[in-house]
C-alpha cells in the first residue's frame, strides 16, 4: 500500500458532467450561475473531506449557445470561488485562469488575494484557451506562442508571490513602520511578453502560494506542466496508457531539475455510483432520452474537426478520418476517440454517447466497492496519485460520491477521514514555495 493517501478533487460543473444531465427532472438547471447551488455542492464535497473543487472557464457564450450548458457554465472561477471561501473552511479552491486573455500582473493580484483570504486554500488551473479571442479583439496567437506566453506568464507570477519576505509585515505601532521595504522585493522583470516593475501589495499566503495546475495535452502544454505544475489533470480512458503517461509525465519533470513527488496526477473519473449494478445504471438510463446526436456530431466538427456528416449513426467512423493527428496536435481526448472507433470498434453513436456522458475521461459504474477496487488499482499502480471526479448529474451524484463512494475509500483507508492539514498544500502534500529571501 502508497504511504500517501489518494488525493480526491471535485469538478465543480453545476449542471453535471454529462451534456444532457441538467436537462432531468429535479437537476436545478434553472439556478445555474447563481450562488447557493455550487455553495451547497463545496459544502458537500467539504463534509466528504475532499482536497478541492475546480472551476473550469471557457470565457465565451459559444458553447452555451451551441448547446453545451455544462462547459458553458456561466461562472467566472475567481468571484465564485471567492464568494465559496466564505462558506467553506478546509476544502481547496482551484480556478481556471487564461493566461492568454489576461495579464500577470492583475492574475497575481486576484488569485494571491484569494489565496490570503481563504486562509492557503487556493489553485490556479494555467490554461492558454483555445477559444474566446474575439472577446478580446485579437487574434488568435498560435499554440506555441501561446504556451512561451504562459511561461513568462506564470514566471512573473511566481517572481509577484514571492516577493514579499515571510517576514515583510513588521507591524511596528510604535516607530509606524507596517512593513519593512527592505524586505519586499522589485523584480523588475521585463521580457518577451510583459515588463513589470513589482511591488505587489500583498502578503504571503499561508501555504506561500497558490497550488499551480495544469491540463495541456499538446508538446507545449506538456513542458509548461512539467516546468510548473503541482498538479495535472488529464484525460486517460485506458488503465495501461495511463501508467505509461504517468511514468513519461514523473521522468519529464524529474529532467527539469524538480522533485516529481511535488506534481500529482490527476485523470479524470466519471463514476456512476449506486447500492446495486442496477441503481448505479439509473442515472445512464435516465438520460438516454435526451441524447442530441446532430449536436454532438456539430461538437466533433468544430472542437476536433471530425467532420462525419456522411456517417451512419451504426457505422463505424472510418480509420483514414483520424490519420495525420496524434496526441501532440490533436490531444489525448481526440486520440481516445480513435481508440474506440478502431481499435475498440465502437459506432457513431457509441461515440457520440461516450463524447456526451463522459467526454473522453474514464467511466466507473457500479457499487462502491467495485469502483473503488478499480480506483485503487490505478492509484497503487501508479497510474494517478488520484483524480479529478466529475458528478454526471446533480444533484443525486454528488451525494452518491459523498455518501457511498468516499466512504468506501476511507474504510480501506485510502482516503483521509478528517483534515489533518488547514492548507491546499498541505491537503496535497506540497512543499511551501519559499518567498525571494530564504
Ligand atoms: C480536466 C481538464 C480540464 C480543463 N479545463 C480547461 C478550462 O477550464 N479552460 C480551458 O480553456 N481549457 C481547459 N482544458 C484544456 C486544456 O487546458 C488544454 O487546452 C487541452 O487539454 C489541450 O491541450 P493543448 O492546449 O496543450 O493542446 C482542460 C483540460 C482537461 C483535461
Known amino acids: 500500500m502508497r504511504n500517501e493517501k489518494m488525493i480526491l478533487s471535485a469538478f465543480l460543473l453545476p ?3 454529462d451534456w444532457r444531465a441538467w436537462r432531468l427532472p429535479g437537476s436545478r438547471s434553472e439556478e445555474l450561475g447563481q450562488f447557493e447551488i455550487i455553495a451547497e ?3 458537500a464535497y467539504e463534509r466528504a473531506k475532499l482536497d478541492s473543487i475546480f472551476i473550469a472557464d471557457i470565457i465565451s ?4 449557445l451551441e448547446g453545451d450548458v455544462k462547459m458553458g457554465s456561466p461562472y467566472e472561477p475567481v468571484t465564485a470561488l471567492s464568494a465559496l471561501a466564505s462558506v467553506t473552511s478546509r476544502i481547496g479552491l482551484i480556478g481556471t485562469v487564461s493566461t492568454t486573455f489576461n495579464h500577470p500582473f492583475t492574475v497575481a493580484r486576484q488569485l494571491g488575494a484569494l489565496d490570503v483570504l481563504s486562509g492557503g486554500r487556493a489553485g490556479w488551473n494555467i490554461v492558454t484557451s483555445s477559444r474566446a479571442e474575439e472577446n478580446y479583439g485579437i487574434e488568435m496567437p498560435a499554440k506555441e506562442v501561446r504556451y512561451r506566453r504562459a511561461l513568462e506568464f ?3 507570477v511566481k517572481q509577484l508571490w514571492t516577493s514579499w519576505s515571510d517576514k515583510a509585515v513588521i507591524n511596528d505601532r510604535e516607530n509606524g513602520r507596517w512593513v519593512d521595504p527592505e524586505l519586499i522585493r522589485l523584480i523588475d522583470h521585463e521580457g518577451e511578453f510583459f515588463k513589470v516593475a513589482g511591488f505587489i501589495n500583498q502578503r504571503r499566503s499561508p501555504q506561500g502560494h497558490p497550488v499551480l495546475v495544469q491540463a495541456g495535452q499538446s508538446s507545449g502544454g506538456l513542458n ?4 510548473v505544475a503541482e498538479a495535472i489533470y488529464t484525460a486517460q480512458p485506458q488503465r495501461e496508457k495511463a501508467i505509461e503517461y504517468y511514468a513519461d509525465y514523473k521522468a519529464n519533470i524529474q529532467s527539469k531539475g524538480r522533485n516529481p513527488n511535488h506534481t500529482k496526477i490527476l485523470p479524470g473519473l466519471i463514476p456512476y455510483v449506486g447500492m446495486t449494478e442496477d441503481e448505479a445504471r439509473d442515472v445512464q438510463n435516465s438520460l438516454a432520452r435526451f ?3 446532430d449536436a454532438l456530431r456539430a461538437d466533433l466538427a468544430t472542437q476536433y474537426g471530425l467532420k462525419l456528416d456522411d456517417v451512419d449513426l451504426d457505422d463505424r467512423i472510418p480509420e483514414e478520418r483520424f490519420e495525420g493527428k496524434n496526441d501532440d496536435n490533436a490531444g489525448t481526448r481526440f486520440m481516445a476517440y480513435r481508440h474506440l472507433a478502431v481499435e475498440e470498434k465502437y459506432t457513431l453513436r ?3 454517447i461516450n463524447r456526451s456522458s463522459v467526454g473522453g475521461h474514464l467511466m466507473l459504474s457500479g457499487t462502491p466497492s467495485k469502483i473503488a477496487d478499480r480506483m485503487i488499482d490505478w ?3 501508479r497510474a494517478c496519485d488520484g483524480f479529478s471526479l466529475n458528478a454526471p448529474a446533480i444533484p443525486q451524484s454528488v451525494t452518491q460520491i459523498c455518501e457511498l463512494l468516499i466512504p468506501e475509500l476511507q474504510e480501506r483507508g485510502y482516503f483521509r477521514t478528517e483534515y489533518e492539514g488547514e492548507t491546499l498544500r498541505e491537503h496535497l502534500g506540497l512543499p511551501i514555495p519559499p518567498a525571494w529571501d530564504v
Open 291 to 293: 441524447v442530441d446526436f
Open 350 to 352: 457509441e461515440i457520440l
Open 41 to 43: 455542492i463545496a459544502q
Open 154 to 156: 506564470v514566471d512573473v
Open 379 to 381: 492509484f497503487e499502480n
Open 61 to 64: 457564450a459559444a458553447p452555451l
Open 15 to 17: 449542471g453535471g458532467y
Open 224 to 227: 509548461l506542466g512539467a516546468e
